[in-house]
């Protein structure tokens, strides 16, 4: 195989170390004949256009909970017959979300009766079926709850983080295995898997140099396919769905158990509604249990990978359905799946997914919530501009800098507004300085608090690897 060198950027083992410690239906149709009538298996439909946000290579490494975020959530779900056939029988599958490390779910409720179902992978999923539907006749279902989201770190201390013989064998024969949009078995994955190891033993470590790989390797882009792990790495580019299945492939080549998660991201407050949808994955590091990684979004335009979504998730995202691999209810599906039967000729049809959020109360938000830089001594100063918002409405606000270092170009406003935040950075020693700035609303009756980190460092140098990666963007 022929290896090209081409320039990439790593910083010293230590600011790593540093890093670290801060963040801590199927792909193709399924056909049954018999007779007149055929039953058809929704291929995997990947809908998700989840465009990853082209922020600075100084964004935030810590994600820390602040407010949880209330909403109720809505999955709608329709099809309808476009005709000329009929549909005989229309089979609906909905994984049923649970409460999870950083989110719950109250007073949930399905609008149709169903039948509880659990794949191989102990998802419980609703099971709807509906009989004799004509052209032009449609079936919708849908849930309902009212949920609470968190914010969280899970604080990953690597030298806490024991070996892979430290794994409970059931998760290791679970979520180590073999799955088509994996495939372990293809030498150019385990060529792949050793080179991103990069020698590391440790779960951590393993895990840690997969996601950096990855963000290195990939480049985001949506061509409405879900290709293979071989697929992704080979062309370089995916969609966050493809992102995850290479993330997965590398770990579970490495001995590291990974697992996927799907769900919603709510991108705006007030009434959001979400068609594009979002997938990110999770390992197994012990004693800690499953630990959530996005790659996807740690993979910044232009720069280094970052650790915001690096042991740690965000408030905006609701999981729906956890996964291993390929359901034989959902396939590769995480949201919804459907399989149908008819008479006569192939049916057309329309289908339609979707979440909706609806915010509530009020809430005071500030966008970065948390900042970290990156700078070289010789640097005096970093400005950011912070975006101060609030939903359902505008309220007053007040901005306090706890450090004398920190400094604003206004105290005072109303929701929507942005403020200019400029750090002095003369004569910082190397290391992590670290400050905060205190947003109060008299009218919220509420406080938040933005935590500021600086890394000094001397220097960012050069390191060439022994693999093909796609030229710094």
């Given at each position: 195989?022929?290896?090209?060198?081409?320039?990439?950027?790593?910083?010293?083992?230590?600011?790593?170390?540093?890093?670290?410690?801060?963040?801590?239906?199927a792909?193709?149709?399924?056909?049954?004949?018999?007779?007149?009538s055929?039953?058809?298996?929704?291929?995997?439909?990947?809908?998700?256009?989840?465009?990853?946000?082209?922020?600075?290579?100084?964004?935030?490494?810590?994600?820390?909970?602040i407010?949880?975020?209330?909403?109720?959530?809505?999955?709608?779900?329709?099809?309808?017959?476009?005709?000329?056939?009929?549909v005989?029988?229309?089979?609906?599958?909905?994984?049923?979300?649970?409460?999870?490390?950083?989110?719950?779910?109250?007073?949930?409720?399905?609008?149709?009766?169903?039948?509880v179902?659990?794949?191989?992978?102990?998802q419980?999923?609703?099971?709807?079926?509906?009989?004799?539907?004509?052209?032009?006749?449609?079936?919708?279902?849908?849930?309902?709850?009212?949920?609470e989201?968190?914010?969280?770190?899970?604080?990953?201390?690597?030298?806490?983080?024991?070996?892979?013989?430290?794994?409970?064998?059931?998760?290791?024969s679970?979520?180590?295995?073999?799955?088509?949009?994996?495939?372990?078995?293809?030498?150019?994955?385990?060529?792949a898997?050793?080179?991103?190891?990069?020698?590391?033993?440790?779960?951590?470590?393993?895990?840690?140099?997969v996601?950096?790989?990855?963000?290195?390797r990939?480049?985001?882009?949506?061509?409405?396919?879900?290709?293979?792990?071989?697929?992704?790495?080979?062309?370089?580019?995916?969609?966050?769905?493809?992102?995850?299945?290479?993330?997965?492939?590398?770990?579970?080549?490495?001995?590291?158990p990974?697992?996927?998660?799907?769900?919603?991201?709510?991108?705006?407050?007030?009434?959001y509604v979400?068609?594009?949808?979002?997938?990110?994955?999770?390992?197994?590091?012990?004693p800690?249990?499953?630990?959530?990684?996005?790659?996807?979004?740690?993979?910044?335009?232009?720069?280094?990978?970052?650790?915001?979504y690096f042991?740690?998730?965000?408030d905006?995202?609701?999981?729906?359905?956890?996964?291993?691999?390929?359901?034989?209810?959902?396939?590769?599906?995480?949201?919804?799946?459907y399989?149908?039967?008819?008479?006569?000729?192939?049916?057309?049809?329309?289908r339609?997914?979707?979440?909706?959020?609806?915010?509530?109360?009020?809430?005071?938000?500030v966008?970065p919530?948390?900042?970290?830089?990156?700078?070289?001594?010789?640097?005096?100063?970093?400005?950011?501009?912070l975006?101060?918002?609030?939903?359902?409405?505008?309220?007053?606000?007040?901005?306090?800098?706890a450090?004398?270092?920190?400094?604003?170009?206004?105290?005072?406003?109303?929701t929507?507004?942005?403020?200019?935040?400029?750090?002095?950075?003369?004569?910082?020693?190397?290391?992590?300085?670290?400050?905060?700035?205190?947003?109060?609303?008299?009218?919220?009756?509420?406080?938040?608090t933005?935590?500021?980190?600086?890394?000094?460092?001397?220097?960012?140098?050069?390191?060439?690897?022994?693999i093909?990666?796609?030229?710094?963007?």
């Open positions: 195989m022929k290896v090209d060198k081409v320039k990439t950027y790593k910083i010293t083992l230590m600011l790593l170390a540093c890093i670290g410690l801060l963040s801590l239906f792909s193709s149709a399924l056909m049954q004949t018999g007779g007149s055929e039953i058809v298996l929704d291929p995997a439909d990947p809908l998700e256009n989840d465009i990853p946000p082209l922020i600075a290579a100084t964004q935030n490494l810590q994600i820390e909970s407010n949880p975020r209330h909403a109720h959530l809505t999955f709608n779900f329709l099809f309808r017959n476009d005709g000329p056939g009929e005989t029988r229309l089979d609906v599958f909905l994984p049923i979300p649970s409460n999870y490390d950083n989110q719950r779910i109250y007073n949930l409720s399905f609008t149709a009766p169903y039948t179902l659990t794949d191989r992978y102990n419980p999923i609703a099971y709807f079926k509906f009989t004799n539907l004509a052209p032009g006749q449609q079936a919708t279902v849908s849930w309902g709850g009212d949920v989201v968190e914010a969280k770190n899970y604080n990953i201390d690597p030298g806490q983080v024991t070996g892979l013989d430290q794994i409970p064998p059931d998760i290791i679970a979520y180590t295995t073999n799955e088509n949009k994996y495939r372990l078995e293809s030498q150019i994955i385990q060529d898997a050793q080179v991103a190891a990069n020698g590391a033993t440790n779960p951590y470590w393993i895990a840690h140099n996601h950096d790989f990855v963000a290195n990939l480049t985001y882009f949506n061509d409405h396919q879900w290709d293979d792990a071989e697929t992704v790495y080979l062309q370089q580019h995916g969609s966050c769905s493809e992102y995850t299945f290479l993330f997965i492939a590398l770990c579970r080549a490495n001995g590291v990974a697992r996927y998660v799907g769900g919603t991201r709510q991108r705006q407050d007030g009434i979400d068609t594009v949808f979002h997938r990110w994955a999770e390992v197994y590091l012990p800690y249990g499953w630990v959530p990684i996005d790659v996807t979004h740690d993979d910044i335009e232009g720069g280094l990978p970052v650790y915001t042991g740690a998730i965000t905006e995202r609701f999981a729906v359905a956890i996964n291993g691999g390929d359901s034989e209810y959902l396939g590769w599906n995480y949201h919804s799946s399989r149908y039967y008819y008479t006569g000729s192939p049916p057309n049809r329309t339609e997914r979707s979440f909706i959020w609806q915010s509530y109360p009020s809430k005071l938000q966008n919530p948390q900042l970290t830089s990156l700078v070289l001594s010789t640097t005096n100063t970093i400005t950011w501009d975006d101060i918002i609030s939903t359902n409405g505008s309220y007053d606000w007040s901005l306090v800098s450090d004398n270092w920190l400094q604003l170009d206004k105290g005072s406003g109303t929507p507004d942005t403020i200019r935040l400029v750090a002095n950075t003369t004569g910082f020693p190397l290391g992590i300085r670290s400050g905060q700035i205190v947003l109060n609303s008299s009218s919220l009756n509420t406080s938040i933005v935590p500021v980190n600086i890394v000094v460092v001397n220097e960012i140098f050069e390191t060439y690897l022994p093909i990666i796609k030229p710094t963007r």
